[in-house]
């Protein structure tokens, strides 16, 4: 069984994709990707889960994959992304589910369980725990702690690493998804995230070793991120300050 087709959805101010496995009365399971991602990230805990008896539902977050991709920051401000869970389960008639986040996917579950709590059942968030709200802006921490080139402080640039990135889907994929050599810190290679896929790049994005994921799969991404772009993405970590803000309310 492959993985399943979209079912496009109108949540008021964009289409969203959602893909479904399971029985439409069985206790739902909403599935939120990270970057760089989409759905498809969710290719074989989908099945899996409705084996199990659940009913799996995975979108591509506005700017991803099939999904509708609007261009200025403020449509991916945390209120948004929260925003479009909610009007999802209104959509599917689903009073309550449990979150599945991953990587950004794990930010969005734990503000919904904040904001939308009495739609929320119960979180799970891989790779991104619950943390305490900072006292600063995290920009600030990031850029103090590792510099300029720090990927979130990169970011803030306007056109710069979605251009970079368009210019090549595949090597991105293929210089992220994948193991590093024994003794490497790759928080570091992360960390100066741009500046290393420039080098990469003019290196002629070579194959690397370690691959996580089949060239089948990263073919499967690559054309998503050629139609979608890498603007929806990057424009989550564009609202990093205006998200820390928000949170003081919380």
Same mark, same amino acid.
């Given at each position: 069984?492959?993985?399943?087709?979209?079912?496009?959805?109108?949540?008021? %101010?964009?289409?969203?994709?959602?893909?479904?496995?399971?029985?439409?009365?069985?206790?739902?399971?909403?599935?939120?990707?990270?970057?760089?991602?989409?759905?498809y990230s969710?290719?074989?805990?989908?099945?899996?889960?409705?084996?199990?008896?659940?009913?799996?539902?995975?979108?591509?977050?506005?700017?991803f994959g099939?999904? *509708?991709?609007?261009?200025?920051?403020?449509?991916?401000?945390?209120?948004?992304?929260?925003? *479009?869970?909610?009007?999802?389960? *209104?959509?599917?008639?689903?009073?309550?589910?449990?979150?599945?986040?991953?990587?950004?996917?794990?930010?969005?579950?734990?503000?919904?369980?904040?904001?939308?709590?009495?739609?929320?059942?119960?979180?799970?968030?891989?790779?991104?725990p619950h943390?305490?709200?900072?006292?600063? %802006?995290?920009?600030?921490?990031?850029?103090?702690?590792?510099?300029? %080139?720090?990927?979130?402080?990169?970011?803030?640039?306007?056109?710069?690493?979605?251009?970079?990135? *368009?210019?090549?889907?595949?090597?991105?994929?293929?210089?992220?998804?994948?193991?590093?050599?024994?003794?490497?810190?790759?928080?570091?290679?992360?960390?100066?995230?741009?500046?290393?896929?420039?080098?990469?790049?003019?290196?002629?994005?070579?194959?690397?070793?370690?691959?996580?994921?089949?060239?089948?799969?990263?073919?499967?991404?690559?054309?998503?991120?050629?139609?979608?772009?890498?603007?929806?993405?990057?424009?989550?970590?564009?609202?990093?300050?205006?998200?820390?803000?928000?949170?003081?309310?919380?």
């Amino acid at each position: 069984m492959g993985f399943p087709k979209p079912t496009i959805l109108d949540l008021g %101010d964009v289409n969203i994709a959602v893909y479904q496995k399971g029985e439409a009365t069985a206790p739902p399971v909403v599935l939120i990707h990270g970057w760089p991602e989409m759905a498809y990230s969710w290719k074989s805990q989908l099945p899996a889960l409705a084996r199990a008896g659940y009913r799996a539902i995975a979108m591509d977050l506005r700017g991803f994959g099939h999904s *509708d991709a609007p261009t200025g920051k403020e449509h991916y401000h945390i209120t948004k992304m929260v925003g *479009d869970i909610e009007h999802l389960l *209104d959509k599917l008639a689903i009073r309550e589910a449990v979150l599945v986040g991953h990587d950004w996917g794990g930010i969005i579950v734990w503000h919904a369980a904040r904001m939308i709590s009495e739609r929320v059942r119960g979180v799970i968030s891989i790779c991104t725990p619950h943390t305490k709200y900072p006292p600063v %802006d995290p920009l600030a921490i990031f850029e103090k702690r590792h510099g300029k %080139d720090h990927y979130f402080v990169a970011y803030q640039q306007q056109g710069v690493a979605e251009t970079l990135f *368009d210019q090549d889907p595949l090597a991105v994929f293929k210089m992220l998804f994948r193991t590093v050599p024994k003794g490497t810190k790759s928080s570091h290679e992360m960390y100066h995230l741009l500046k290393n896929f420039k080098t990469y790049l003019a290196a002629g994005a070579p194959d690397l070793p370690g691959a996580v994921m089949s060239r089948e799969d990263m073919q499967v991404f690559a054309g998503a991120y050629t139609h979608s772009g890498f603007h929806g993405g990057i424009n989550l970590y564009r609202n990093t300050t205006e998200n820390w803000q928000y949170g003081a309310s919380l």
